[in-house]
């Protein structure tokens, strides 16, 4: 069984700054010290995006500070409130892909991870997010090179709606297109996202989807709601994926919540 970390939506601002009260540069921190304390043995960890509030110079360069000592490979991913040209200006060997998209692979035992590049800086809405032609082409050809073997895609922007209102209008555009290439490939066994800052389980045609919540701020439970900056302070979390012969597991675990004592039931 292989062990993977997953951290979404960080949103690290600058040092003083906060977001309802709450320092995400601190929440995160705590989080992965969290992870990696009782999961040391973990494989990699894949952040998904939103990995800074506002895209600024010092924000990248107060995350790279936080995984300056990670003893583990981590993923780095982009979501709607980063921005390419400052992210590679603090993490130039993130430029891998030559159509100049942040999106990568690893092989973890016989799973694939694919890890995609949502992040639409054009957007109309600002927000949203869309896999353009050249994204979904190299997508389908590490699909294939995959061959029979499990894969698990990431993306920041779901390709599923959650009933959130808000959120769901800012979701992937073209997620239709986006979960036909996934289902003609015929080996994705799992897609994990953010975005949405709330657990949620759901379905892309068929493909189960898992939603992970912040370590910082989330999404308070207002499905109607068409705000997308409601923000509630409960408690941080991170994923844990468990990669086994039979499928993946998908942990969620609340770093923050005041230590409990184990107690055994007679």
């Known amino acids: ?18 977001i309802i009260g709450l320092d995400p540069y601190a929440r995160f921190t705590q989080g992965l010290s969290h992870a990696l304390a009782r999961h040391p043995d973990a494989a990699r960890i894949v952040l998904c995006g ?4 506002r ?10 500070g936080a ?32 159509t100049g998209h942040i ?5 973890i035992g016989a799973h694939r991870l694919i890890c995609l590049d949502t992040l639409d800086e054009t957007a109309p809405d600002l927000h949203s997010g869309y896999l353009c032609p050249a994204r979904l082409d190299w997508l389908e050809q590490r699909l294939t090179g995959a061959g029979t073997g499990p894969v698990i895609v990431f993306t920041h922007h779901p390709p599923i709606d959650t009933g959130f209102a808000g959120m769901d209008a800012i979701g992937l555009r073209n997620r239709a297109e986006f979960i036909a290439r996934l289902r003609a490939a015929g080996n994705v066994v799992q897609i994990v996202s953010g975005h949405v800052h ?24 207002a499905l109607d709601a068409e705000d997308t900056s409601l923000s509630i302070d409960e408690p941080g979390a991170y994923g ?6 039979t499928g993946v597991v998908v942990h969620t675990e609340d770093f923050t919540l005041p230590p409990t004592r184990s107690a055994t039931y007679s």
């Open 1 to 18: 069984m292989q062990k993977i970390l997953v951290f979404t939506d960080i949103h690290i601002v600058a040092q003083g700054q906060t």
């Open 50 to 53: 939103d990995l800074t509030h």
């Open 240 to 245: 844990l994926l468990l990669l086994t012969d």
């Open 55 to 64: 895209a600024k110079p010092e924000e990248y360069a107060r995350l790279r």
């Open 103 to 107: 999106q990568h692979h690893a092989d």
């Open 198 to 221: 709330r657990t949620v389980q759901g379905s892309a045609g068929g493909i189960p989807t898992a939603i992970l919540k912040s370590p910082c701020h989330q999404m308070p439970m």
């Open 67 to 98: 995984l300056a000592d990670c003893p583990l490979p981590v993923s780095l991913m982009l979501g709607n409130h980063d921005r390419r040209a400052p992210f590679l200006d603090t993490f130039p060997e993130a430029a891998r892909m030559e």
